[in-house]
């Protein structure tokens, strides 16, 4: 079954503090990886990934792709109490079929 | 305003009632998704269509759910004979068919289920 996995499940920092978050994947026919964040509403899209080793970058926030460890990461520098929420990452497999993470919570604090 | 939306936002029924939600996508979009979150948990698969054609539904998804888009715009979810762990939020998400897999989910605001 498609699976992905998250880690930490929440997290607290600092403001300033930098972070990263871990998503790994087992799916059948991968196609691309998302980022999300949610806060108290819909998740918005952050990133869509799809070839390894090639950063994306917007703002403070940056995220790459390693097909061959079936894994990304999300960089958040320097944070700020906005960055307050939850992080999703998603799969997007054939038929374009999307499966969620369980999300890390990201707290930060002044 | 040309995003997804949900009706209703909120719904309270009572354990063993039958409840229905609409979500209306982006027009020109024709993938149409349903979730289904619960507190702390990332958003669960549902079902999804290509335009009226549903083209898959989750296996966790009992005989008690139901998902139809007739015409291919608006989608229904139904529940029938709701329980106590149905409440949750249900999203829908919108997209189009792109060239690869580029393309963006666009999420509606969710209807929030509580069953009493």
């Known amino acids: 079954e498609d699976k992905v996995v998250q880690s930490p499940l929440s997290l607290v920092v600092h403001e300033g503090d930098t972070v990263t978050l871990n998503c790994s994947y087992e799916?059948?026919?991968?196609?691309?990886l998302l980022w999300y964040k949610q806060e108290k509403k819909a998740p918005t899209f952050l990133f869509m990934l799809?070839?390894?080793?090639i950063e994306k970058k917007s703002g403070r926030l940056s995220s790459i792709l390693d097909k061959k460890e079936l894994s990304s990461i999300l960089n958040i520098t320097a944070t700020q109490t906005g960055d307050s929420a939850i992080y999703l990452c998603?799969?997007?497999?054939?038929?374009?079929?999307?499966?969620f993470g369980p999300g890390t919570s990201l707290s930060v604090i002044p | 305003d040309t995003g997804v939306s949900q009706d209703p936002r909120h719904k309270i029924t009572k354990r063993g009632q039958n409840v229905t939600f609409r979500c209306d996508p982006i027009?020109?979009?024709?993938?149409l998704y349903w979730y289904r979150q619960t507190l702390g948990q990332g958003p669960e698969f549902l079902t999804y269509?290509?335009?009226?054609?549903?083209?898959?539904k989750s296996r966790l998804l009992s005989d008690r759910f139901s998902a139809e888009r007739p015409k291919g715009s608006f989608s229904t979810l139904e529940i029938q004979r709701t329980e106590q762990g149905d409440s949750a939020m249900y999203l829908c998400?919108?997209?189009?068919?792109?060239?690869?897999?580029?393309?963006?989910?666009?999420f509606g605001p969710g209807t929030r289920l509580t069953v009493t």
């Open positions: 269509f290509q335009n009226e054609a549903q083209l898959e």
């Open positions: 027009s020109e979009h024709n993938r």
């Open positions: 998400a919108s997209s189009s068919i792109g060239g690869g897999a580029n393309y963006e989910q666009y």
């Open positions: 799809t070839s390894s080793g």
């Open positions: 799916v059948t026919n991968f196609r691309s």
């Open positions: 998603a799969v997007k497999t054939s038929y374009d079929k999307v499966i």
